[in-house]
């Protein structure tokens, strides 16, 4: 009997060796690529030529191939989606069409005109022909999702031409195929295709968003929510299939809905990308590279003049819509380059299209698409992608170096969030309100405090403690943001977390509403009320009776002469920030002077984002605003504490009126920085006016609002 029984014959049919090899294809093929400063994505490519059947036939292109393949296409469109600024894809959607009729119409013309005159195709393949160029695949969206350019206004505007161009180019196989099935491509067959994908549409767009809200409210389990997740793009995906258009349009619509319920910096968010980036998409790649028969180069002849001809005007055809887009709208040169880059690699509708084409038979006996233009795309494919691949990294690296340069040149403050845990039933609606509040970039760490009254410690509380600290630090964590855990004991805890801030440098506490324990307690709590006095950095006290990334809008209070204070800019940028985290828009509520002062806030330091400023008359009573806050609703009260200048007598009511009228939603109190000198960003303060901290602040202040009444009265 032998001991070793090994069979080398090729290719591989072993499943537990398949999936090894693609592991170490996976593994390997970055780092190789990288050594040799080559995008990571072309190394998946030519190791999928290498081992495929025309290559060394190490690999079969089998069923799995075929699966992951299909998965990691529906990945690239669906993370395409989900990664999106839904505001600025909003803002630039009319910009996106007119780049997605560009980018179609270029091709189309350039294609059939190419195909007819130097390859003495017919009008019907050359159609077909001219189809294939001006579709394209996202292929380098992970290039541009690595860098985190994902968010940049050209990747908007190129990811919704994507979606018309390929919409269009399907829609032109379709009537081509259903000629030759024998269909009536008359009017009527318009009117068909077009009903099934609006009413298709607007089923999705309708149900899905309310399946996923209620999901994510009632199961916070990551797994469950992942597959839910997963389950919804293959439900898009399929139902598009069923009215005759590709599932990659149907994952591409389920990653917009789902946009606003899978923040950006969120534990799901993490899960869904690492996933897709480290086995769905490398499969996809590396079963493209396994379709390309290298050979067709040495071939010559017929073969190697389709296969010049379509890569030549593929690539030239998508270069001039980039261009042409450029001068429209006056984009920059590496915008320009950007837009190229991503929109001229073929792969998904292309084969899709050479494949239905060449599976057709004519009248005559002859293919649609004969086997030169099958040889011919793959080269096409190889090309386009190695092409795309370069550009798209280049772009991406100049971009990056733009953008640090001007950080460079905007000083901004640095924001570090500190986050109080002490009830387990909070801690994961604090930790995801600090995710999406903080810079999304940013460097600074964030802070978990517990901290342990001396007077009562024991080791039944201190296991407690740890465990909250370690199930904080497992929220960030699967965010991939790094958290600081402290554990500390003091004789008062508010002086515990004091002191904790100001030896870590916070700028930013998050707490927990207090829960009251008798009748004497204080609305916020002896912690709350202590720590408002003690510390004049911003404080943030919340509580949440849903998970953040459920939250449909945010109700914003804002009390007259909020703007002097010298944390209004802050906050105001981190709400919106918020905001466009969670894509749901925010309502401030506050006088006619300080709402002029925050849309100005808003348009120089966030630029146009979806944002409300209303009148609200009346401060004192907070009644009028019930109809205006809905349950999924998050009201946020910017108050201030005694002796600042937008102070006001009525925020001692403020306990009694959310008790009363907004006991049963969402709510944060927000106590700005009321520290240091104001933040004269807008230019609107007035330089007569005293600083809050000045010890002779009462004094001065008095003489400030003589000075203004006296100023109105002339």
Partial sequence: MDLFNFDFDLPVTNPTWIFFLVMVIILFAPIIMGR?????????????????????????????FELFGKVGLYYIMFLAALEMDMDDFKKNRIKGLVFGLITFSVPMILGIWSSMQFLNYSLITSVLLASMYASHTLITYPIVSRYGLSRQRIVSVTIG????TVALALA???????????????GWFWVQLLLKVFVLCGLIIFFMPRIARWFFRKYEDPVMQFIFVLAMVFLGGGLMELVGMEGILGAFLAGLVLNRFIPQISPLMNRIEFVGNALFIPYFLIGVGMIIDINCFLKGGVVLKVAIVMSVVATFSKWLSAWFTQKLYHYTKVERKMMFGLSNSQAAATLA??????????????????????NGTVVMILITCIISSIETERAAKRMIVNEITDKDSKKSESEKFLISVSNPDSIKGLIEMALVMRKPKSKEEMIALSVINDNNSSEAKEIVAKRNLDNAAMIAASADVELKTMLRYSLNISQGITHAMRENDVTDLIIGLHRKVNIMDSFYGNVADNLLKTNHRQIMILKLLMPVNTLRRIVVAVPPKSEYEVGFVKWVNQLCRVAKQLGCRVHF??????GEKISAVVKRQQGETFTEVSLLEYWDDLLMLTSQVNYDHLFVIVSSRKGSISYQPSFEELPMQITKYFSNNSFMMLYPDQIGEPQDVLHFSDPRRPNSSDVYGNVGRWFYRLFKKDEKNG
């Fill in 36 to 64: 040799l400063r080559i995008p990571h994505i072309i190394g998946m490519i030519l190791a999928g030529v290498i081992v495929g059947k025309y290559g060394f036939n190490i690999l079969e292109r089998d069923s799995s």
């Fill in 161 to 164: 031409g994507t979606a018309v």
């Fill in 172 to 186: 032109v196989l379709a009537v081509i195929s259903g000629m030759y099935k024998g269909e009536d491509i008359g």
């Fill in 353 to 374: 299209a050479v494949l239905i084409g060449h599976e057709i038979i004519m009248e005559n006996g002859e293919r649609l698409l004969n086997d030169d233009v099958l």
């Fill in 589 to 594: 509520f506050a006088c006619e002077e300080t």
